[in-house]
T-cell receptor, first 113, second 113 residues
Framework: NAGVTQTPKFQVLKTGQSMTLQCAQDMNHNSMYWYRQDPGMGLRLIYYSASEGTTDKGEVPNGYNVSRLNKREFSLRLESAAPSQTSVYFC????????????FGQGTRLTVV | AQSVAQPEDQVNVAEGNPLTVKCTYSVSGNPYLFWYVQYPNRGLQFLLKYITGDNLVKGSYGFEAEFNKSQTSFHLKKPSALVSDSALYFCAVRAPGTYKYIFGTGTRLKVLA
């Protein structure tokens, strides 16, 4: 039971390049999330998917797109990377709304030069 | 709008002493509240949550948290700190009927031997 798996773990991009961060969960959770973590700013929600087939913007969606490929997988795409997108990205999943806790992946450390 | 405040960037405590990490929140309705811990280069691990009922919630690794509705607080506590408790701690809130988890900026706990 792997939980939430993110790939890759590390990535260096040049400004303007594109890439997709992959996330998969094996807990049969309905909801999935993408957060970014920056020093002093905590975790900020980029996008989330309440259930398969739906996606919604979070606090900081600009420069990102997402795809809920199926119930297990939720990908985050950077179409044209910028240095301001240098961050650690975390994927998470939860059963749904209410009091269920989120489970997090190990993170992707992205550097845009 | 939901928000979480962790007023201390860092908390230092001697090993064996009690520790408190503070969290206050703002949300409409009865909140769901969570504490997570993050060790270096790792994802967030769930510690405990408050949904309803008893205001004192017990969680993993001897941690507990006290929900105080009148003060809109959810402080994390442990009776006797260990050096291995040194980590980054995040408080999060979720409003009823919503999917988003809103995180605080984190508090770095340093337990001194």
């Amino acid at each position: 039971n792997a939980g939430v798996t993110q790939t890759p773990k590390f990535q260096v991009l040049k400004t303007g390049q594109s890439m997709t961060l992959q996330c998969a969960q094996d807990m049969n959770h309905n909801s999935m999330y993408w957060y970014r973590q920056d020093p002093g700013m905590g975790l900020r929600l980029i996008y989330y998917s309440a259930s398969e087939g739906t996606t919604d913007k979070g606090e900081v969606p600009n420069g990102y797109n997402v795809s809920r490929l199926n119930k297990r997988e939720f990908s985050l795409r950077l179409e044209s990377a910028a240095p301001s997108q240098t961050s650690v990205y975390f994927c998470a999943s939860s059963e749904g709304a209410g009091g269920s806790e989120a489970f997090f992946g190990q993170g992707t450390r992205l550097t845009v030069v | 709008a939901q928000s979480v405040a962790q007023p201390e960037d860092q908390v230092n405590v001697a090993e064996g002493n009690p520790l408190t990490v503070k969290c206050t929140y703002s949300v409409s309705g009865n909140p769901y509240l969570f504490w997570y811990v993050q060790y270096p280069n790792r994802g967030l691990q769930f510690l405990l949550k408050y949904i309803t009922g008893d205001n004192l919630v017990k969680g993993s690794y001897g941690f507990e948290a006290e929900f105080n509705k009148s003060q809109t607080s959810f402080h994390l506590k442990k009776p006797s700190a260990l050096v291995s408790d040194s980590a980054l701690y995040f408080c999060a809130v979720r409003a009823p009927g919503t999917y988003k988890y809103i995180f605080g900026t984190g508090t770095r706990l340093k337990v001194l031997a």
